[in-house]
C-alpha cells in the first residue's frame, strides 16, 4: 500500500512538472569522494550575529537531539541566549552546534531565533509528522549516498515568512544552507526523495468590505523549488507561472 501511495504522489508530481515553466535547477552542493561536501556559495547560509559577540551573551541550553545516519553518529545541541536584555526574545533557540564523534562540525546562530515547525497559514499539515525522526525542531529527511537534510523554521515576523536553514550532513563533513525567507508551500520527503516548494510572501487582508468580511489583497508570490537527485545532492530553482500542486488531496 506504502508503494502505491508513493507511486500516486510522484505520478502527480510528474503531471505538474511540464506546467511549470522553470529556471535551470542549480546545485546547492557537490560531492566528491566519500564524505566531501562542497558547497556552492551562493546558496550557504552564514550565521548572522549583527554586531553581537555571541560569545560574550550567556546562554542556556534548551535540548540535545542524538541522530543516526548509516554508521556515523551525531548530536544537536540548541542554545537560547539569555540574560544581558535577551531573556524574552522570540524564537525557541539561536544557537545550534552539530558534534560527530565529540567534534563540533558546525556552529550557526541566527539572532531572530528558530522554532518549532508548527503549521502555517499555507501549509496546514503537522511538519513534525514528515519527520523521518521524531524530534522537536528538525524535519529530518534522509537523501541518497548517506547524506541527510534537516529542514528548521526561523521565527515568523508578521509581515514575511520565517527563514528556513536547512542542514546538509554527510559522514564528517556538514554545511547550513539557504536561510532564506521563505513559506513552505509543500513538501514530500519518502525513500531518499525529497521536494519543497516555497513561497516568498503570505497573502495579507486589505481591510473589511461593508459586510465585515476581509478583503484580500492581489496576491503574486514567487515560487520557488528544492528536490534532491540520485547522487544525494539537493538542487534550487525559482518557478514561473505555476499551478500549485496541491498535494493535501492525497494526504499529505
Known amino acids: 500500500m506504502k508503494r502505491i501511495f508513493q507511486a500516486t504522489v510522484f505520478a502527480l508530481l510528474a503531471m505538474a512538472m511540464p506546467l511549470q515553466a522553470q529556471e535551470q535547477p542549480e546545485e546547492m552542493y557537490t560531492l566528491q569522494g566519500k564524505t566531501k561536501l562542497v558547497v556552492n556559495e551562493k546558496y550557504r547560509a552564514t550565521n548572522e550575529t549583527g554586531e553581537y559577540r555571541i560569545d560574550t551573551i550567556p546562554r542556556k541550553l534548551v535540548e540535545t537531539f542524538p541522530f543516526t545516519v548509516g554508521r556515523y553518529s551525531y548530536e544537536l545541541k540548541y542554545y537560547k541566549l539569555t540574560g544581558n536584555g535577551w531573556d524574552g526574545e522570540p524564537g ?16 550557526f546562530v541566527d539572532l531572530d531565533g528558530m522554532c518549532e515547525h508548527t503549521p502555517n497559514s499555507i501549509f496546514d499539515a503537522d511538519m513534525k509528522k514528515i519527520s523521518s525522526i521524531p524530534n522537536r525542531f528538525a524535519i529530518v529527511c534522509p537523501l541518497a549516498q548517506e547524506v541527510t537534510a534537516l529542514i528548521f523554521d526561523g521565527y515568523q515576523f508578521p509581515y514575511e515568512p520565517s527563514k528556513v536553514p536547512i542542514l546538509v550532513v554527510k559522514g564528517d563533513q556538514a554545511a547550513m544552507l539557504l536561510n532564506r525567507n521563505l513559506g513552505i508551500d ?12 516555497f513561497v516568498d510572501s503570505f497573502q495579507e487582508d486589505a481591510g473589511k468590505d461593508d459586510m465585515g468580511n476581509p478583503v484580500p489583497t492581489e496576491w503574486n508570490p514567487e515560487r520557488f523549488r528544492l528536490f534532491s ?8 530553482h525559482k518557478l514561473k507561472e505555476v499551478q500549485r500542486n496541491d498535494l493535501r488531496s492525497v494526504g499529505l
Open 229 to 236: 537527485t540520485p547522487a544525494g545532492t539537493l538542487k534550487f
Open 92 to 107: 525557541d533557540f539561536h544557537i545550534m552546534q552539530l558534534f560527530h564523534n565529540g567534534k563540533q562540525l558546525l556552529e
Open 186 to 197: 509543500t513538501i514530500v520527503s519518502a525513500d531518499g526523495f525529497l521536494e519543497v516548494t
